[in-house]
């Protein structure tokens, strides 16, 4: 008796590996070592699962923005951006930056208020999300000087979806100071 035995293709996978995306993430810290800040929560996101680089631009030195607008007296913030080239979630990448911000003390007293890191999901490719929990891109980065500066510099072509291009948001910005 000739018994052969054939193999089976596999199934597929029910959760199939999601492409790889850009997200754009603004990084600031306004306490104590706002360099060190910076870096280590750089350092972290390189680690985070899914992730397969991770770029920050240069820091730049910026006012606080409260919700009544600019107040140059509180502490001044070092800001960054990084570009992470990941394959989370865009929801899961950015409860991993709220847990990246706890992980360096970041305590959520007042909107707005100082703090330690503050890290937001500026842009996640071309996805949009007007969900009250995920906002991308980001409702104000159009607005951000300290965004949209650091972001140029790493990707000169870069582009806010629904804004436009990085570099002509740059431009109208500083026309209007």
Not at 99 to 120: C, I, K, N, S, Y
Not at 131 to 140: A, G, I, N, T, Y
Not at 148 to 159: K, M, Q, R, T
């Amino acid at each position: 008796m000739d018994v052969r035995l054939t193999h089976l293709p596999e199934p597929p996978d029910p959760r199939p590996g999601r492409d790889p995306q850009v997200a754009v993430v603004a990084m600031g810290s306004n306490e104590g070592d706002r360099g060190e800040m910076l870096h280590a929560a750089a350092e972290r996101l390189r680690r985070l699962p899914l992730v397969a680089d991770v770029v920050m631009s240069e820091p730049i030195e910026s006012i606080a923005v409260k919700p009544d607008g600019p107040d140059p007296d509180a502490p001044r913030y070092l800001n960054a951006v990084a570009l992470v080239t990941t394959r989370l979630a865009p929801q899961v990448l950015l409860g991993m930056l709220h847990a990246v911000e706890e992980e360096q003390g970041r305590v959520r007293l007042e909107r707005w208020g100082d703090r330690t890191l503050d890290l937001d999901l500026i842009a996640y490719g071309d996805f949009r999300s007007d969900e009250e929990h995920l906002m991308v891109p980001h409702p104000r980065a159009a607005e951000r000087l300290f965004v949209l500066e650091p972001w140029l510099s790493l990707d000169p072509d870069a582009v806010l979806p629904g804004a436009g291009r990085v570099d002509e948001l740059v431009r109208r910005l500083k026309a209007q100071q």
